[in-house]
């Protein structure tokens, strides 16, 4: 997989544009597809049409299918002041970062420090999008002041525009190739992984492992993932939250008979700004998610009475403090 951002259109040499579905409609009729180059104005360097395709997981007893895309072609880069060009959107996202949580490294590269992030968000009277009312904030310590804690608040603005921005890119992108190469992300002393921070929704299985390995301990996680539908409380109804759910994933097991699925949603009382995110967009989220415990349901075969299906149920559930946690991807 290549390090660049995932296209949806690119053209031709004599400047005719080929989408996405365009090229794997091509492809199913078992035709070949041109050559092809970036369409940004500032840009042509080569692209390559990668169409829909099943790939094999050593976690997975069936493979999984990957949506087609457009991609960087072998040693091709983006011009300069293209729109695609991941590397620099990164550079500009670091620039424009506080240092004390995305700070440089003596070798050129970038550290983004997740322990200021995993105290931001679990720091309570904190808002990522309004000042918070005086009666509502925390008691003060001794020592400190109401102007403390606005820069405290403006800090942390800051780092969760950082944190979304960056999960947002990486969402953008094929692989974690580019970002895992110019960021580390840090823990405390402990380095994170990117494959243990940023979660594809074909992941949703290793995310919800993940989590239940990590508890109440582990470091704020990223999803991405297509909205399947949204959900508000009817009248009568016993809870408040409305809830934005995104399409879960099927696993099988080594029994016929036995189906695993992994469930994903956001719950938050602004149940407009859960319905800004459109059915079918892709949006990036990041925090501390909730991973339920499995629920099991046996459903009996309608044609064969003595045979049944068990269907295990796997629920990841992030309630967001801050509405910068949720991006929508482009």
């Known amino acids: 997989m290549g390090k660049g951002i995932k296209m949806r259109s690119a053209k031709d040499h004599r400047g005719h544009t080929y989408t996405v579905e365009t090229l794997q409609r091509l492809k199913?009729?078992?035709?070949?597809?041109?050559?092809l180059l970036c369409d940004d104005p500032s840009c042509a360097c080569s692209v390559r049409f990668v169409p829909r395709h099943q790939q094999n997981r050593s976690n997975r007893i069936e493979s999984i299918d990957v949506p087609a895309y457009i991609g960087l072609s072998t040693g091709s880069e983006h011009a300069e002041g293209c729109?695609?060009?991941?590397?620099?959107?990164?550079?500009?996202?670091?620039?424009?970062?506080?240092?004390?949580?995305?700070?440089?490294?003596?070798?050129?590269?970038r550290e983004l420090r997740l322990f200021a992030l995993h105290n931001g968000l679990r720091k309570p009277g904190l808002s990522g999008d309004a000042s918070v009312a005086a009666g509502n904030r925390p008691a003060a310590k001794a020592g400190s002041s109401s102007t403390d804690f606005a820069a405290s608040e403006r800090k942390l603005d800051s780092y969760l525009r950082t944190a979304s921005d960056l999960v947002v890119l990486r969402a953008m992108c094929e692989s974690d190739a580019l970002l895992a190469a110019e960021l580390t992300l840090r823990m405390g002393a402990k380095r994170i992984p990117w494959k243990q921070f940023f979660f594809e929704a074909d992941r949703l299985?290793?995310?919800?492992?993940?989590?239940r390995r990590g508890g109440e301990a582990a470091h704020p996680i990223a999803l991405a993932a297509a909205v399947r539908h949204h959900h508000s409380p009817g009248p009568g109804a016993t809870y408040?939250?409305?809830?934005?759910?995104?399409?879960?994933?099927?696993?099988?097991?080594?029994?016929?008979?036995?189906?695993?699925?992994?469930?994903?949603?956001?719950?938050?009382?602004?149940?407009?700004?859960?319905?800004?995110?459109?059915?079918?967009?892709?949006?990036?989220?990041?925090?501390?998610?909730?991973?339920?415990?499995?629920?099991?349901?046996?459903?009996?075969?309608?044609?064969?009475?003595?045979?049944?299906?068990?269907?295990?149920?796997?629920?990841?559930?992030?309630?967001?403090?801050?509405?910068?946690?949720?991006?929508?991807?482009?």
């Open 83 to 109: 729109r695609y060009d991941a590397a620099k959107r990164f550079t500009a996202i670091a620039d424009q970062s506080d240092p004390e949580f995305l700070s440089a490294l003596g070798d050129g590269k």
């Open 28 to 35: 199913d009729a078992e035709g070949a597809a041109p050559p």
């Open 205 to 211: 299985d290793e995310a919800w492992e993940f989590i």
């Open 240 to 330: 408040k939250s409305s809830f934005m759910n995104c399409f879960s994933l099927t696993r099988k097991t080594a029994d016929p008979r036995r189906l695993e699925t992994f469930e994903i949603s956001v719950a938050h009382a602004d149940a407009t700004w859960l319905s800004s995110f459109p059915v079918g967009s892709e949006v990036a989220m990041f925090g501390f998610w909730k991973a339920a415990d499995a629920v099991e349901r046996v459903v009996p075969d309608k044609r064969d009475k003595s045979q049944s299906t068990t269907y295990v149920t796997h629920k990841l559930t992030l309630l967001p403090r801050f509405k910068k946690q949720l991006a929508s991807v482009p």
